[in-house]
């Protein structure tokens, strides 16, 4: 009997994952806890190590391809039967051979159909016995993609502007601005599995929260004047703390007075979190598919600045180079997404479930402002919470806000 | 034009009529066809009209009878050759199959053999297991001859006529189930040509292919099947030899989904060889494997309700329907 290995759940909001890489070829032995393969989920990319002892008899998922949780990929045989595949020798047909006879089974006339219409069958899941795809299964990928092209074809931006351009003047003198290239070109393209994991989760955080927003300003002139001096004197030992990685502290801290900030709504109750694990919303190239992924600080109230410093620098590298481990992005219990270092002095945020808030944080700006009486030039940062109603009401959110304000224009506390 | 609803069996009967008066050469023989006018009363009045020359009741010896018309036929005559019931045909195998089929070609185009063989066939209704056969996919399978199964009146007139004025032997299959059924026959003379299906209900889901009795069943299920949103083709083959596979085949690359419905065991029957050329010339066109609903695989039961559950039933055309079509 062969040995099924399945498309894995490597994280609680993975449904389907793609198989990057196999590191084993077929005919390879393979001992328990060799790693069989890179599997890409939602968010992360992991390894897949096997539980089992034998031969790796069939690739069934090809790299590249997306399938569902759940879904044999390959075969490994127990040791025994590998005299067989001695006799048989390993498949060596070309992978799209493979492609088309494993792991799918389609009838005649949705083949037939699919063909007629373009459909990319390996997207598809079928309704058929043991997942055939069948008529009805490319129909209804056919009747969507219709009502979508319909729906983009009456918001085409070319027919807005039809009326502006068929003025006979301005079409006579305008000459285009810039050389029209494939850019201005409509076209779609399927949505990566990190963006659909950012649509599915999003929607139902600002369709299923009663978000609300509570804004203060801060003086950061002290908490800037101290970060000046200690990145002084630890320039040395390589540690560069940010805005952010005090911004991390202060929040931290703030939970312990305000508990309410480290919870979850539970629908009928609320979930005090022990831990107080911040998290920091992490931008990815767009040259790498952009996205965004939120690292988790663990303990953000039990570690030190430095700390928090080497451990978001950490995270915010291996998330832009290769990814984060799905330890490394769960449980975070208050979320910051910070977007000051592109100039930007106010944005709200949407909250990241199952946390109750989020801190959403502009720049340091230089600003007029009177202290002691005076006008001078001081710096100011503007920092919006968007939060949950259900657990937390406006005046506790600006009980909490105050606690912050007072940690950021008085960091010494930081430090101790 | 009015409409002139009659019997099925009466339909036969003007058929059988209406060529003989034609036609001297066309004659009747059987069990009871003359002084008892038929053992199910279809050659009613015809000893009376043709007298016993042409309608001739013959002794209890199917191979007797069988062979002496078939060597009327091979000398120029047109004998309708009338079996009780077909299951008793067996016993005539050999004139049948071996004279009547191969007559043409094994005396080299000398001998032609213009014969019809008609009578009741399949299940009548609890006449035990020997008197229940479905000859069609038994004798089907021989090259040479014709088989036709009507279905309504109307049919069972015009393909009678067609069969007595074919120079070939013909196969007629009846059903006593059908005999009492009613239907429009015109006054006027029209035959039904072989190798002609009819889509006897037009439908956009599943392609339900029959002969004979069974469509009565498909039209049940058809109507079951409606109810939950499942519309049905249903084709009537009416010949099995020649075969209209294009009417079929046309009406299945139009619904994905087809079922054929024969009352033979199903090993090596009509619905096998119907199965295989959908499969051939629909392969592309299929959503489905073609299913196929059959008489069960054991004798014909002689109790009322195990016959009724051995037939191909509407529960079973609708169970097989809904799975061709993935509604199960």
């Known amino acids: 009997m062969p040995i099924e290995i399945t498309m894995p759940r490597l994280s609680d909001t993975m449904e389907e994952g793609t198989l990057l890489h196999w590191h084993k070829q077929v005919g390879d032995v393979v001992s328990s806890g060799d790693v069989l393969a890179d599997i890409e989920t939602d968010k992360a990319t992991m390894e897949l190590q096997s539980f089992d002892d034998g031969i790796f008899s069939e690739i069934l998922v090809q790299e590249g391809e997306k399938v569902e949780v759940g879904k044999v990929i ?23 051979q493979q492609e088309e006879h494993t792991g799918m089974t389609i009838s005649p006339v949705a083949r037939r159909l699919a063909d007629e219409y373009g459909v990319d069958i390996r997207t598809i899941q079928g309704s058929g016995p043991s997942g055939r795809v069948i008529k009805r299964d490319i129909l209804q990928v056919v009747d969507t993609t219709k009502e979508t092209s319909a729906a983009a074809a009456t918001t085409k931006p070319a027919e807005l502007l039809q009326p502006i351009v068929s003025e006979p003047e301005v079409v006579a003198t305008s000459q285009p601005i810039v050389p029209v290239g494939d850019w201005r070109e409509n076209r779609s393209e399927p949505l990566s599995n990190m963006r659909q994991v950012i649509a599915k989760r999003l ?43 005090f911004l991390v502290r202060c929040c931290a801290l703030a939970m312990s007075e305000h508990p309410a900030f480290n919870a979850s709504f539970g629908g009928d109750c609320i979930y ?74 106010h944005f709200t945020a949407i909250i990241n479930p199952p946390n109750s808030a989020i801190l959403a944080v502009g720049a340091a700006v230089e600003k007029p402002v009177v202290r002691d009486g005076e006008l001078v030039v001081g710096h100011e940062l503007s920092a919006t919470l968007s939060l949950d109603h259900r657990v937390i009401d406006g005046a506790m959110a600006a009980r909490y806000l105050k606690t912050l304000k007072d940690l950021i224009e008085n960091p010494a506390a930081l430090l101790v | 034009m009015s409409e002139r609803i009659i019997e099925f069996r009466d339909a036969l009967c003007e058929a059988m009529s209406e060529e003989m008066r034609d036609d001297q050469k066309v004659f009747l023989l059987g069990e009871e066809v003359a ?45 309708i050759v009338e079996f009780m019931s077909w299951s008793f045909s067996l016993v005539a195998a050999d004139p049948i199959l071996n004279n009547a089929a191969k007559m043409l070609y094994m005396s080299g185009g ?78 006027e003379d029209y035959t039904v040509p072989f190798g002609q299906a009819f889509v006897r209900r037009q439908g956009t889901d599943c ?80 959503d489905n494997f073609v299913h196929r609903v059959h008489s069960d695989d054991v004798p014909t039961p002689y109790a009322s309700n195990l016959e009724q559950a051995y037939l191909p039933n509407t529960r079973k055309i609708c169970e097989a329907v809904r799975s061709a079509t993935y509604n199960t």
Not at chain 1, 205 to 210: D, L, V
Not at chain 2, 112 to 134: E, K, M, Y
Not at chain 2, 232 to 254: A, F, N, W, Y
Request: net charge negative; charged share 20%; hydrophobic share 35%.
């Open chain 1, 74 to 96: 390959a075969l490994l045989s127990e040791e025994v039967e590998s005299s067989d595949s001695q006799a048989s020798p390993p498949n060596s047909s070309s992978p799209s």
């Open chain 2, 35 to 79: 002084q008892y006018n038929g053992a199910y009363k279809i050659s009613k009045g015809m000893l009376d009209e043709f007298g016993p020359r042409r309608v001739i009741d013959t002794p209890i010896s199917e191979s007797g009878f069988s062979g002496m018309a078939i060597g009327a036929a091979m000398r120029g005559l047109r004998p």
């Open chain 1, 272 to 345: 005090y979190h022990g831990p107080v694990n911040v998290g920091i919303a992490i931008a990815l190239p767009e040259e790498k598919g952009g996205g965004l992924v939120v690292g988790s600080i663990r303990d953000a109230d039990q570690k030190s600045l430095r700390a928090i410093s080497q451990e978001s620098a950490r995270l915010g590298n291996k998330a832009r180079d290769k990814g984060l481990s799905v330890e490394e992005m769960s449980d975070t219990t208050f979320t910051i997404s910070n977007l000051g270092m592109f100039g930007v002095e």
């Open chain 1, 203 to 245: 929607v139902e955080s600002k369709q299923t929260i009663p978000h609300y927003q509570v804004t203060m300003s801060f003086d950061m002139d002290p908490l800037l004047d101290m970060r000046k001096t200690l990145n002084k004197q630890l320039a040395p030992s390589g540690v560069k703390l940010s805005v952010n990685d």
């Open chain 2, 207 to 286: 392609t339900l292919i029959s002969f004979g009795r069974p469509l009565h069943f498909c039209f049940e299920a058809a109507e079951e099947l409606a109810k939950e949103g499942i519309d049905c083709e249903i084709i009537d083959g009416r010949t099995i030899r020649p075969l209209d596979i294009d009417t079929m085949v046309k009406s299945v690359k139009k619904t994905n989904a087809c079922v054929v419905v024969d009352q033979s065991w199903s090993f090596a029957s009509i619905g096998s060889e119907v199965a295989s050329q959908i499969h051939r010339y629909c392969f592309d066109d299929l």
């Open chain 2, 110 to 187: 000398q001998f032609g053999c213009p014969i019809v063989f008609r009578g009741n066939d399949g299940a009548g209704g609890q006449l035990g297991s020997t008197h229940s056969w479905c000859v069609e996919s038994l004798y089907a399978n021989v090259p040479g001859l014709k088989m036709a199964i009507p279905y309504d009146a109307y049919d069972a007139k015009g393909m009678l006529k067609t069969a007595i004025r074919d120079d070939n032997p013909v196969f007629f299959l009846e059903s006593e189930r059908l005999l009492s059924t009613t239907g429009h026959v015109p006054q």
